[in-house]
């Protein structure tokens, strides 16, 4: 919840910090009093679900960040077309085709195994990953950064390792995220119960998808800084997207 994670934020001196839900902006105004009210730049954006065309395969995630003014209404209106037109058994989407259009001011995050790119690459479709690759540097140019994460889940150092070469040959940065869930590792029991409830399954339930893991908890600076020691550029470029977004929301007016 917002309260907990600015006052954990606060102790820890970090300078900003991106809140995204899933698939809306709907925490966005008391994330940004709260983060205000701590001293903290609020980083305004959208955990998303996205598909290609009519591609029936899992929706892929990514990350899209509001830069600015522009930014932030391109992603409102991303949002609001995902509830109009893009859901699917009541969760929103948003077509690839759309964002092509919209993409102005909005810094975007490959989502890492769960983004297109990380997709194909996990899968061996090498061609593929840079060819979805090439799509969003020319959607985004210098606004797409390849996402990095070590949580302790399946295949994540494999894929790590192919996106970083991937970054090499195309010239494109890599940001670590954390995808928290939780502040302190021991509420991971909690999360999964809350998971089991929303998904309708039990917690016993040996068919349920797992996809978090106890690691996902808020990490501090220090302990960021000693996971990613191997890829410094991935924690300097977590600075260099916070400078960049710069989003002024006036509260109390719309």
């Known amino acids: ?28 105004v008391k994330f940004i009093r709260a983060a205000q009210g701590v001293g903290i730049k609020p980083l305004i954006g959208v955990d998303a679900l996205i598909r290609h065309g009519d591609d029936q395969e899992a929706p892929f995630q990514m990350v899209l960040l509001a830069q600015d003014k522009a930014g932030y209404l391109n992603l409102s209106e991303l949002i609001s077309r995902s509830y ?77 390792a192919e996106s970083v070469e991937l970054a090499i040959e195309f010239d494109i940065p890599v940001v670590a995220t954390n995808d928290v869930r939780f502040i302190k590792s021991e509420e991971f029991e909690a999360h999964e119960a809350r998971v089991c409830i929303h998904d309708g399954r039990t917690l016993d ?8 893991s106890q690691q996902q908890y808020l990490r501090t600076s220090e302990e960021m800084a000693q996971l990613f020691a191997d890829i410094p550029e991935a924690l300097a470029n977590t600075v260099e997207i916070a400078k960049r977004c710069n989003l002024e ?4 007016k719309s």
């Open 84 to 160: 109009l037109e893009g859901q699917h058994r009541g969760v929103p989407i948003i077509q690839a085709e759309w964002i092509e259009q919209k993409a102005e001011g909005i810094i975007a995050l490959s989502g890492g195994r769960q983004g297109d790119v990380g997709r194909a690459l996990l899968s061996g479709q090498t061609d593929l990953a840079k060819q979805r690759l090439k799509t969003w540097m020319s959607c985004f140019q210098d606004r797409f950064y390849i996402e990095l994460q070590r949580t302790g889940r399946e295949n994540e150092e494999a894929y790590i």
């Open 249 to 252: 929301i006036e509260l109390g």
């Open 1 to 28: 919840r917002v309260k907990p994670l600015m006052q954990a934020l606060a102790e820890d001196d970090m300078p900003a910090v991106a809140l995204t839900d899933q698939g809306n902006m709907f925490a966005m």
């Open 205 to 212: 339930d040996p068919r349920r998808p797992k996809n978090y």
